[in-house]
């Protein structure tokens, strides 16, 4: 019996298994979802595609060179994001808490439900009514905490179940490589190899201080994560409506584009937050104030993303039909609106490679440096 119990449930292979289910000749192919263009990049692909190599965010070019014969579909964020909500709406109606992690994954408190039903005889049948509702492959992981049941869902895929009693934690990590706990990256997996650290046995057995000397205070989650702890609780679901900026002129302007530069930056800006919080808009309003006060706005459905340079031009074109009275301005501002999780997913199907990476780069240095560590030049006065 758990003292505490957490099922992680994952749709596997999201936006494949969608298209898959629109369209069943699909079935058994190897597909990528992506950018259509030789520059774009790959944002799922089917697990016929991944015996090839091929991997979500890397270079369509690249994946095509890997497999040619695959079939390329640019993706659907609204069909995926309408498939998403009915798989919510059915683990809302049967999980006492659950936290939603993105578009696709979700974990769920089961602590006390031993008791009364067993963990993964309820976990299981919820899993089943999930498949038979939705139509869609889902895997899951069962154990006493957050990263243990995600790396045992990894191990579960495609569409399975793994079950982790409570004191094999440890026994059930040690044969793994560190690169399946959630949260290493390229760069930590890098050194941890210099170190001759490679497996999750290993690891765990590296004192906490040569941990947090190499990697400062992420060194002690670290060795945790490795030990099979987590105390991470379970953040009840909730969506937050909308987030906006604005700015008041100091002089009433009719310098049309001073005004389109400063909405850019604040699309910009608004962009990283929802990229920080795993979250993507699907509506876009820009609002004006003119000098007398009168005050407009206008907005958009759209596509759900998070990226900067689409949300860009949906807010340039909302702006030259907003802004028809050619007066003087006093206000202008944006708001994204119709907000969902989508941490995990890659929602850039018409993006270059140089430009998600130009992105995430960006994204780290103002997580390091602050938000306004870098920006457009041009919204600068």
């Not at 298994?17 to 520059?39: A, Y």
């Not at 309820?122 to 139509?135: F, M, P």
């Not at 007398?292 to 031009?313: E, M, V």
């Amino acid at each position: 019996m758990y003292d505490r119990a957490v099922l992680h449930l994952d749709l596997d292979s999201f936006f494949v298994s969608v298209e898959c289910l629109k369209n069943s000749s699909l079935l058994g192919k190897p597909l990528l979802i992506g950018g259509t263009s030789q520059r774009g990049v790959v944002a799922s692909c089917s697990y016929e595609a991944r015996r090839f190599g091929v991997h979500s965010a890397m270079p369509m070019k690249m994946a095509l060179r890997l497999c040619p014969q695959a079939i390329v579909l640019r993706g659907d964020m609204d069909s995926y994001t309408q498939h998403s909500a009915i798989v919510t709406e059915i683990i809302a109606e049967t999980a006492p808490t659950y936290e939603k992690a993105s578009i696709d994954e979700f974990y769920l408190d089961l602590t006390g439900m031993d008791r009364h039903f067993g963990c993964y005889q309820w976990s299981s049948e919820l899993r089943q009514k999930i498949i038979r509702e939705s139509g869609l492959p889902i895997s899951f992981g069962l154990s006493i905490n957050k990263t243990v049941s995600k790396i045992g869902t990894g191990e579960a895929k495609p569409n399975g179940t793994k079950y982790i009693p409570n004191g094999t934690e440890k026994n059930f990590l040690a044969p793994l490589p560190v690169k399946k706990i959630p949260g290493i990256g390229e760069q930590t997996y890098k050194k941890l190899s210099f170190m001759g650290v490679r497996f999750i046995s290993t690891l765990s057995a590296v004192p906490i201080r040569l941990l947090e000397r190499e990697f400062g205070k992420p060194g002690r989650t670290l060795w945790e994560r490795a030990n099979g702890i987590d105390p991470t609780p379970i953040v009840p679901y909730h969506e937050q409506k909308s987030i906006s900026k604005e700015h008041t002129f100091t002089e009433d302007t009719l310098d049309v584009r001073m005004m389109k530069d400063l909405l850019l930056g604040m699309a910009d800006k608004l962009s990283f937050e929802l990229r920080t919080a795993g979250k993507l808009t699907s509506t876009v309003t820009v609002k004006i104030r003119y000098a007398d006060f009168n005050t407009y706005t206008r907005q958009k459905s759209i596509s759900y993303t998070a990226n900067d340079r689409i949300l860009g031009q949906h807010i340039l074109e909302i702006f030259d039909k907003l802004y028809e009275r050619r007066q003087l301005i006093r206000l202008i501002g944006v708001k994204y609106s119709g907000l969902v999780q989508g941490n995990t997913q890659i929602n850039l199907f018409d993006d270059t490679v140089e430009h998600i990476r130009l992105m995430q780069q960006m994204d780290r240095i103002r997580k390091r440096f602050g938000a306004d560590a870098i920006m457009r030049a041009s919204s600068i006065f």
